[in-house]
């Protein structure tokens, strides 16, 4: 069975500052992960995915994420926060020859002037 | 590009009335979703297919059903609005296959239940 936990649901940082937001994953099988973001009323847009080629995987935007087998960790990171990161973001995990992905609960992402 | 379409984008049923979303992707994709989305709660999988003709259950099916007749198109049913079915709908395509690929997704449908 596939799952995901994101710890916090909302994250508040200032300007500038770093971004990091938190994602753990258990899966039975190899997983890919993904990261989305949703801006209000829109659907999500993917910002960046692991499918094991590298651990520390580029994003759009700035982001970026670390795979962390040991740790079951995919935590995504921005050295410096822009107004405009004001999102909800979703990590997601899909088992290697599985059909289904399966999001977490989302985190709200707020950005301090 | 159009990508992922979903219709209508609102609609506000009364308990009792049925309806159907449409989904519509032009990316040839093999594999369709319909997910539901509710604050706290994330996105939560309903139905998906892998290809045409074929469906299945995701972790919250009750209360709707689905038909992939076209590749192209995925149909999500109420047949029986309840006012918990009150949430945003989301549709989603995928690759499908041996892909890595991510998901894409539609812009979706807000339905109330009263």
């Known amino acids: 069975a596939q799952s995901v936990t994101q710890l916090g649901s909302h994250v508040s940082v200032s300007e500038g500052a770093l971004v990091l937001l938190r994602c753990n994953y258990s899966?039975?099988?190899?997983?890919?992960l993904f990261w989305y973001v949703q801006y209000p009323n829109q659907g999500l847009q993917l910002l960046l995915k692991?499918?094991?080629?590298?651990?520390l995987v580029k994003g759009i935007n700035g982001f970026e994420a670390e795979f962390k087998k040991s740790e079951t960790s995919f935590h995504l990171t921005k050295p410096s926060a822009h107004m405009s990161d004001a999102a909800e973001y979703f990590c997601a995990v899909r088992g290697s020859g599985t059909y289904k992905y399966i999001f977490g609960t989302g985190t709200r992402l707020k950005v301090l002037a | 590009n159009a990508g992922v379409t979903q219709t209508p984008k609102f609609r506000v049923l009364k308990t009792g009335q049925s309806m159907t979303l449409l989904c519509a992707q032009d990316m040839n994709h093999e594999y369709m979703y319909w997910y539901r989305q509710d604050p706290g709660m994330g996105l939560r999988l309903i139905h998906y297919s892998v290809g045409e003709g074929t469906t299945a259950k995701g972790e919250v099916p009750d209360g709707y059903n689905v038909s992939r007749l076209k590749k192209q198109n995925f149909l999500l049913g109420l047949e029986s609005a309840a006012p918990s079915q009150t949430s945003v709908y989301f549709c989603?395509?995928?690759?499908?296959?041996?892909?890595?690929?991510?998901?894409?997704f539609g812009e979706g449908s807000r339905l109330t239940v009263l």
């Open positions: 989603a395509s995928s690759r499908g296959g041996a892909s890595t690929g991510e998901l894409f």
């Open positions: 899966s039975s099988v190899p997983p890919y």
């Open positions: 692991y499918t094991s080629a590298a651990t």
